[in-house]
C-alpha cells in the first residue's frame, strides 16, 4: 500500500509558476513509475505527465510540454511537478499516482494508487 499526499496547489496569474509536491508514504517509490494527472471540472482525468524510477526519463503531453517539468526525490519519497508559464487552461486539481499497472501510461485506470489532489487556479 502506498500513500500519496499533494500540495502546493494555488491561485496564480497567467504566466505565473507553481510547484507541486507529491509526498509518498507506506513503500519507497524507488521501484515505481510515476505521474501526475489533472481534471478541470467537468472533464475527464487526463495526463499531464510521467517519469520513470530512475528519473531518467520523462514523457509529457503536448499540452504542456515545454513549459512543465516533473521530477522525483527518490531518497525524500516525494515526487514533483514544477509549471511555469501557467496558463487559464491548466486550471484543474492534479493528482499524482502510481503503481502503474497494465495498461496505457495515459489511462487514469492503469495506475492503481492515488492522492486527494490539489487545487490549481490560473487566473487571466
Known amino acids: 500500500q502506498v500513500q500519496l499526499v499533494e500540495s502546493g496547489g494555488g491561485l496564480v496569474q497567467a504566466g505565473g509558476s507553481l510547484r507541486l509536491s507529491c509526498a509518498a508514504s507506506?513503500?519507497?517509490?524507488?521501484?515505481?513509475?510515476m505521474g501526475w494527472f489533472r481534471q478541470a471540472p467537468g472533464k475527464e482525468r487526463e495526463f499531464v505527465g510521467v517519469?520513470?524510477?530512475?528519473?531518467?526519463?520523462?514523457n509529457y503531453a503536448d499540452s504542456v510540454k515545454g513549459r512543465f517539468t516533473i521530477s522525483r526525490d527518490n531518497a525524500k519519497n516525494t515526487l514533483y511537478l514544477q509549471m511555469n508559464s501557467l496558463k487559464p487552461e491548466d486550471t484543474a486539481v492534479y493528482y499524482c499516482?502510481?503503481?502503474?499497472?497494465?495498461?496505457?501510461?495515459?489511462?487514469?485506470?492503469?495506475?492503481?494508487?492515488w492522492g486527494q489532489g490539489t487545487q490549481v487556479t490560473v487566473s487571466s
Open positions: 507506506g513503500r519507497t517509490i524507488i521501484w515505481y513509475v
Open positions: 517519469i520513470t524510477q530512475s528519473g531518467s526519463t520523462t
Open positions: 499516482a502510481t503503481d502503474l499497472r497494465a495498461g496505457s501510461i495515459y489511462a487514469p485506470t492503469s495506475w492503481g494508487y
